[in-house]
């Protein structure tokens, strides 16, 4: 494990509206505001359309092969998520989110892209007096975040 310490600066209570795509209304967001590092909550709707990264296909297959899923239909969503700076001081958003349509519900990673359906709720929680960053790790192609 590693690991760093940080505070709490400022608190980002946000609206998506209708059509507003995720990861990138945030990301968009951290670069206007200067937020390098933070966690995000998100509650809402999504738009039918999206895809999310729901897994590799197998567990030691490199390199790694993502099963992405296409949402099919609105569905309610609820989601955590990470903003830190890749290597070039960009921040990019790490976010899983859980989907429920109807009796069926899908986990999985939002970078591949989703559309808010009429609002998403976000409280995004900047941390200050952090240097994490996300580097891009060799064997995997991920960006992981290095503390």
Same mark, same amino acid.
């Given at each position: 494990?590693?690991?760093?310490?940080?505070?709490?600066?400022?608190?980002?209570?946000?609206?998506?509206?209708?059509?507003?795509?995720?990861?990138?209304?945030?990301?968009?967001?951290?670069?206007?505001?200067?937020?390098?590092?933070?966690?995000?909550?998100?509650?809402?709707?999504?738009?039918?359309?999206?895809?999310?990264?729901?897994?590799?296909?197998? /567990?030691?297959?490199?390199?790694? %092969? @993502? #099963?992405?899923?296409?949402?099919?239909?609105?569905? &309610? $969503?609820?989601? *955590? !998520?990470?903003?830190?700076?890749?290597?070039?001081?960009?921040?990019?958003?790490?976010?899983?989110? /859980?989907?429920?349509?109807?009796? %069926? @519900? #899908?986990?999985?990673?939002?970078?591949?892209?989703? &559309? $808010?359906?009429? *609002? !998403?709720?976000?409280?995004?929680?900047?941390?200050?007096?952090?240097?994490?960053?996300?580097?891009?790790?060799?064997?995997?192609?991920? %960006?992981?975040?290095?503390?």
């Amino acid at each position: 494990m590693k690991y760093s310490e940080g505070n709490i600066g400022r608190v980002f209570v946000i609206r998506l509206e209708d059509g507003d795509r995720l990861p990138q209304s945030l990301e968009t967001l951290a670069t206007e505001k200067d937020v390098k590092r933070g966690i995000c909550l998100l509650v809402g709707g999504v738009k039918g359309g999206g895809t999310i990264v729901s897994g590799p296909r197998q /567990a030691e297959t490199v390199p790694i %092969e @993502t #099963i992405n899923k296409i949402l099919d239909g609105i569905h &309610e $969503t609820v989601a *955590v !998520g990470a903003i830190f700076p890749d290597e070039k001081g960009i921040p990019k958003l790490h976010m899983h989110a /859980a989907l429920g349509r109807d009796q %069926e @519900t #899908i986990t999985g990673c939002i970078r591949l892209g989703i &559309e $808010t359906w009429k *609002v !998403g709720e976000v409280v995004l929680l900047e941390i200050i007096n952090n240097n994490a960053q996300r580097k891009k790790e060799a064997t995997t192609g991920f %960006e992981l975040l290095e503390p």
